[in-house]
């Protein structure tokens, strides 16, 4: 499965975006899915997931109580809405499926497919 991110821009201080991650082709409801980021040459940095089954969600300190991440089973689609954002929170954004873990999710880029690493999506927060 390879997934796509989208509905990244351009926002100020405070502001609120909110991501999409899709596919075609699969079920989104069978992965957990999680969402990283990354910035010109650091690592990249799982911030949410979500599991498959039960939708459990693990969120990583620097983003707990701003960002939520949510599944619409209807639309196929994971979503990463981002509330109060910060200029630290400018980056690429990816979605990413992991089929092997039942139940559970970890915000280690190990943990998932290495093919479903689609294009990302730029945030930029800045006034």
Not at 54 to 79: C, L
Not at 115 to 125: A, D, F, I, P
């Amino acid at each position: 499965v390879q997934l796509q991110a989208s509905g990244g821009g351009l926002v100020q201080p405070g502001g609120s975006l909110r991501l999409s991650c899709t596919t075609s082709g699969s079920t989104l409801d069978d992965y957990a899915i999680g969402w990283f980021r990354q910035t010109p040459g650091n690592e990249r940095e799982g911030i949410s997931c979500i599991s498959s089954p039960g939708d459990g969600t693990f969120y990583a300190d620097s983003v707990k109580g701003r960002f939520t991440i949510s599944r619409n089973s209807a639309k196929n689609t994971v979503y990463l809405q981002m509330n109060n954002l910060k200029p630290e929170d400018t980056a690429v954004y990816y979605c990413a499926a992991d089929g092997e873990s039942i139940g559970s999710c970890g915000l280690g880029h190990y943990y998932y497919d290495e093919h479903s690493w689609g294009r990302g999506t730029l945030v930029t927060v800045s006034s």
